[in-house]
């Protein structure tokens, strides 16, 4: 099994940065692709940015220039820094990972339990 745990949310004022993390660990053979996902209540959740074992990277639209996303495949650490921060944003960030865990070795879809982030004056 793989758990993936999210830190770095919280209350920040438009305009504002925050630095999101998703730190992998248990019985992990290999991570493939990896994501963060936002949702609000009574929506779906959205792809907010995925970046694959390699680096290479795909945003959603609404967050280009502002987010950027990036790994640490020796700690198994998944980044979303997050700037110039709108009200829209505000969401619980998900971190999402393609993995393969050992006895098994099969691939598996792995979810965090989510962090919220609030942007609000």
């Known amino acids: 099994q793989v758990q993936l745990v999210e830190s770095g949310g919280g209350l920040v004022q438009p305009g504002g940065s925050l630095r999101l993390s998703c730190t992998a660990s248990?019985?992990?053979?290999?991570?493939?692709?990896t994501g963060w996902y936002r949702q609000t209540p009574g929506t779906q959740r959205e792809l907010v940015a995925a970046i694959t074992r390699g680096g290479s990277t795909n945003y959603a639209d609404s967050v280009k220039g502002r987010f950027t996303i990036s790994r640490d495949n020796v700690k198994n650490t998944l980044y979303l820094q997050m700037n110039s921060l709108r009200p829209e944003d505000t969401a619980v960030y998900y971190c999402?990972?393609?993995?393969?865990?050992?006895?098994?070795?099969?691939?598996?879809?792995?979810w965090g339990k989510g962090t919220p982030v609030t942007v609000s004056s």
């Open positions: 999402n990972a393609e993995a393969v865990a050992t006895p098994s070795y099969s691939g598996m879809d792995y």
């Open positions: 248990g019985s992990i053979f290999i991570i493939y692709d």
